[in-house]
């Protein structure tokens, strides 16, 4: 339980607002040194080894990676919500073992039925980045030569032409839609790609001359987001809407409204606790609508910090469901 109540607290405690705390300009000699990916403990998670991706629920069996013939690059969102730098330290033990604790336990483990997760640590930007119009996209573009680094590397090492899908969430799906123009989108690469899950942050689709929003569960080569909120609940002017939204329990971006019958199922604080007909979810304008009857969270407006939590076998089932698509082309 105390455990329970200590990741709960974290949760709340990401949920404000850009620290009060003024930090001094952006300098990228001020950041800590650069990640070396050759090395282990610059990646949260890996295959062919024990981390907090590889948790799985009650009643399924672990598959070993050797079986697996897919890849997922997981780009974590923003954990580092107080400090004297733009940019995480990465040797940060507490920071890190944070994100190995929650984006990485709750959000990267989704994959691990279907395929070998790959998590990079990077120098996140802090949450100041998205309230800061000067120093803040200096951040986060800095943050996202680290993902750019590990991608590289990723594929030089570990990938050997291997298909691939991109997950990511808030600030990460901001790093990743960067990747997907750049690696993706007019390469020859995109033809690896199984499905992007870019989930929580805006998108303009115009950023792509070739990638496309998904429109069913089994279509691939494209990506899917939603930015999840209150049914009824009018977010405004906030920067997480604005994607072109897909239904996470249907997985089309109609205006249908799915109700809790047709979930496969979510977890809150437990993987190992599954949370059948949780929630329903509606495409609304720009964002998803949202209920949901999970203990808390259940009256909360804004429902980014669960955006994968609410749909999280749904996520399992349709990762499964693409990569057999992609397999029969």
Known sequence: MRHIVILLFILLSLSAVAQKSKLPP???????TAPD???EAMWSALPFRQDQADIIPKGELWISDSLKDLDVFY????VYSKGKTW???LSNKKLNKRIDNLPVHFQASVFNASAR???PRYRQGIINCFYDTV??????????????DAFKYYLEHYNHGRPIIIASHSQGSTHAWRLLREFFDTSALRKQLVCAYVIGMRVDERSYQVLKPCNNAGQTGCYVTWSSFKMGYDPGKSVLRGAPN???I?????TALADFSKTQGGIFLKIKRRRDHAASAQVHNDYLWVKNKMPIIRSWKVLHLVDYNLFWFDIRKNVADRIRAYQKK
């Open 75 to 78: 780009i974590y969102p923003t």
């Open 246 to 248: 897909v239904n996470p």
């Open 26 to 32: 952006f300098k990228k000699e001020d950041q800590c």
């Open 87 to 89: 940019t995480a330290d």
């Open 250 to 254: 249907t997985w089309t971006r109609d």
């Open 117 to 119: 997760v790959y998590a």
């Open 135 to 148: 120093n803040g996209p200096l951040g986060l573009g800095f943050a996202y030569e680290d993902v750019r």
């Open 37 to 39: 990916y050759s090395k």
